[in-house]
């Protein structure tokens, strides 16, 4: 049962424009969503989070959306370069309440940022 | 260098033996999780530790696996009598304890089973 979901591999983006990438979860437990960028043979790189109670958190280039009542969070990097070019997971953490803090990850999103 | 470390980044093991992974968390970070990895799949979690304690083990298989963190020194994750199935990327993340959600990640261990 896979509680992350995105839904795209990969995505592929002219070099300038906006990448959108895309991620559902089920667990109405999660309250704190991460997205991390993965470059091959490296471990992943925290990029950026949000909690339950916001919508929207920007940090410089990137933005991450969050819609509670769908389920469903976003990632914008705009605009995009080529060094942007990696694996995007998509993570969620449990309400702390759970006294864990497992990540739950969904299987990545492949985006190729085109010169 | 201030981030977390893991050790060795490769390791081949022939089936039957044992597999010792290490992870040193980054600077005043008390909380290690350990992940892994297989192809073409997303990270799955294992388990998470505080210094001399388990706090959540929910996945981790229940036999040949084991970890630890202890008072001193790094976490280990340990395979006994390893096989083909356990050929994957393990990545142990520490995280602090005010923003406990936000974990970093070590580059990882890739281990090969012959």
């Known amino acids: 049962d896979q509680q992350v979901k995105q839904n795209s591999p990969s995505l592929s983006v002219q070099e300038g424009r906006i990448s959108i990438l895309n991620c559902d979860y089920t667990n109405s437990m999660f309250d704190y969503f991460l997205w991390y960028k993965k470059y091959p043979a490296e471990g992943p790189t925290f990029l950026i989070s949000?909690?339950?109670?916001?919508d929207k958190n920007e940090d410089g280039r990137f933005t991450v959306f969050l819609n509670k009542s769908a389920k469903h969070l976003s990632l914008h990097i705009v605009p995009s370069q080529p060094g942007d070019s990696a694996v995007y997971f998509c993570?969620?953490?449990?309400?702390?309440?759970?006294?864990?803090?497992?990540?739950?990850f969904g299987k990545g999103t492949k985006l190729s940022v085109i010169p | 260098n201030a981030g977390v470390m893991q050790n060795p980044r490769h390791l081949v093991r022939r089936r039957g033996q044992e597999a010792r992974l290490r992870c040193s968390p980054m600077?005043?970070?008390?909380?290690v999780y350990w992940y892994r990895q297989l192809p073409e799949e997303g990270l799955k979690f294992m388990v998470y530790?505080?210094?001399?304690?388990?706090?959540?083990e929910s996945g981790m298989p229940k036999e040949r696996f084991s970890a630890e963190f202890p008072k001193e020194g790094p976490s280990i994750l340990r395979i006994q009598q390893v096989v083909r199935g356990d050929s994957a990327a393990y990545f142990c993340a520490s995280s602090g304890q005010i923003q406990k959600n936000i974990q970093y990640f070590g580059a990882g261990t890739r281990l090969s089973v012959l």
């Open positions: 949000i909690s339950s109670i916001k």
């Open positions: 993570a969620a953490n449990p309400n702390s309440g759970a006294g864990s803090y497992q990540l739950t």
């Open positions: 530790l505080q210094k001399e304690n388990i706090i959540d």
């Open positions: 600077k005043g970070h008390s909380h």
